[in-house]
């Protein structure tokens, strides 16, 4: 399946207020410390699809040759964006700590390695973004009352990340990569993704002086441990990547279509060419 490379029409060169998720700390500081991740992490999804594309043969490489073009187009838009996005907070003072343990990761444990492993990192990593985007995308507390562009950035990403949500995993299949090593690879992603967030957005708030007050901590606990919360939300599409028969078409694609299609001003293609979609420039 392919799909469209969309540029983002967002304004993110007016500052905006450092607790720009409807007054909230911890949700503002939380959102932050995903957007640290992204330029890095985002970087590596890139490469590892690209280092798989070229170990395709046959078939294989004809069926997915849009396919990878339009997964790199998305993602290398969302790292220029969030790049943007991340020049904003450093300009507010908070210090990007996540993306040095992700070079550093890379470098010490992914380079040289088979290309399977890169793809099963990034199809675990994609996992946790499809299913916090269908979350973002569902309760539309999450983003309560935050500034209305950081808001549209947000549930943009989150649609684009629901949409391509298959392609590593399906990459990953195609160049035999085995259940073992996947189930393995999401134990070690899963492990590193809920320190390193808890550590960023950490240090975001200890950057704001916000941590030791019990509204940021009553922040915290609604967004992920209350009622719609996301590791209540989340828990049971988390588990489903061990089952043997799980494919990220399960998932729920449906919200993220429908916010695509009501914000196409917003984010209109960017310029297709025969044979696929190139990405932005
Ligand atoms: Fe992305
Ligand atoms: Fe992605």
């Known amino acids: 399946m392919t799909y469209t490379v969309r540029r983002l029409q967002v304004d993110l060169e007016t500052p905006w207020p450092r607790h720009w998720a409807g007054g909230d700390a911890f949700r503002s500081a939380w959102f932050n410390a995903l ?14 699809v690209r280092l798989a594309a070229t170990k395709l043969e046959g078939e294989s490489r004809a069926r997915f040759t849009d396919e990878v073009q339009a997964f790199i187009g998305q993602e290398a838009t969302h790292r220029r964006i969030h790049q943007r996005f991340n020049a904003q907070l450093q300009a507010q003072g908070y210090i990007n700590t996540w993306e040095g343990r992700i070079l550093h990761r890379r470098a010490t444990q992914l380079e040289g390695q088979d290309p399977r492993v890169w793809l099963g990192v990034t ?22 009352g935050a500034e209305p562009r950081l808001r549209d950035l947000w549930l943009w ?21 085995s259940l073992r090593w996947r189930r393995r690879l999401f134990v070690v992603i899963t492990l590193h993704f809920a320190t390193d967030v808890l550590r960023q957005t950490l240090a975001n708030l200890w950057r704001d002086g916000h941590w030791w007050r019990p509204a940021t901590w009553a922040g915290a606990w609604r967004l992920l441990l209350g009622r719609g919360g996301l590791v209540r939300a989340t828990w049971r599409p988390w588990r489903r990547y061990f089952a043997a028969d799980f494919h990220p078409d ?24 025969a044979g696929g979609v190139s990405p932005a420039a």
């Open 35 to 48: 957007s640290f991740s992204f330029p890095a992490g985002e970087q590596l999804f890139i490469d590892s």
């Open 123 to 144: 199809a675990a990593t994609e996992h946790f973004t499809a299913i916090l985007a269908e979350w973002l995308l569902t309760n539309p507390a999450a983003l309560d």
């Open 157 to 177: 990403h989150a649609s684009e990340e629901s949409e391509h949500r298959a392609t590593a995993f399906d990459l990953y299949q195609a160049l035999g990569g």
């Open 250 to 273: 399960e998932g729920n694609g449906a919200p993220a279509e429908t916010w695509l299609a009501a914000h196409a001003d917003l984010a209109p293609p960017v310029r297709q060419a």
